[in-house]
């Protein structure tokens, strides 16, 4: 019963947001600056951007609306000899893009992070479970992930395009951090309003995360599934 974060998929925002918070510009490529947390090819890609220096310049910003995004994970089981998928859901997210309107390819993209304690299934002890033994909440509160690069964008593209990318970055649960890329799936309703699904397939034993025995369980996959499903807004 692993979380997800993140999926993270605020880099699926900002690629949208540099595309339609200019309008104007009907044709922008997407790249990253070097600062901290922003978007960064990891090689050389005809549909990757490369880096450049950050310049002082109007900026708009894009905040994630947790109330109307979800971030939730999907685990199978085996529950009293019956196959079973467990599904934990949070929308307490948060993250923000900042989009430079002079100069798209200058903008930034903060980490995403998920409060870690909020993510919960159809039954109280195994949220119990997943708080105190598994993701260990009390001393590790945040899952977070920090984009790292994006990849699979066109060299164009206008308002109200829909678009399907990938999204790297590093995955933190708990203490363990793992590289992890998710599919995005982005529309750009509004040159204010980005929705979009990010989905990626991760291994808890990666992140050391392991189940307590449980006898109604007789097995759990290792395989988790992460969405993120968000909604980000122009303030």
């Excluded at 399907?164 to 649960?173: E, I, N, P, R």
């Excluded at 699904?197 to 369980?217: E, H, K, M, N």
Aim: hydrophobic share 45%.
């Amino acid at each position: 019963m692993n979380v997800s974060v993140p999926r993270f998929t605020l880099v699926a925002l900002a690629a949208a947001a540099l595309l339609t918070a200019c309008a104007g510009q009907t044709s922008t490529p997407i790249a990253a600056s070097p600062a901290t947390s922003t978007l960064a090819p990891a090689e050389p890609d005809p549909t990757d951007v490369p880096t450049s220096p950050a310049a002082a310049q109007p900026e708009v910003v894009f905040h994630i609306l947790a109330e109307e995004s979800e971030a939730r994970f999907f685990i199978d089981e085996i529950l009293r000899g019956s196959p079973n998928t467990v599904v934990g859901v949070t929308n307490a997210v948060s993250g923000e893009i900042r989009i430079q309107t002079a100069s798209p390819t200058q903008s930034t993209l903060g980490p995403i992070e998920i409060e870690a304690a909020t993510l919960s299934t159809d039954n109280g002890f195994r949220n119990g479970a997943i708080n105190n033994f598994i993701l260990q909440t009390g001393e590790f509160p945040t899952i977070t992930f920090a984009p790292t690069s994006i990849g699979g964008l066109p060299a164009a593209v206008s308002p109200g395009d829909s678009l399907s990318f990938t999204v790297s970055g590093d995955l933190t649960v708990r203490d363990v951090t793992v590289p992890v890329t998710f599919n995005i799936d982005l529309a750009a309703e509004s040159p204010t309003r980005l929705t979009g699904l990010a989905r990626a397939t991760i291994l808890r034993s990666d992140f050391g995360l392991t189940i307590p025995s449980v006898p109604s369980v007789a097995d759990v996959s290792d395989e988790v599934i992460l969405e993120f499903e968000f909604v980000a807004q122009a303030s």
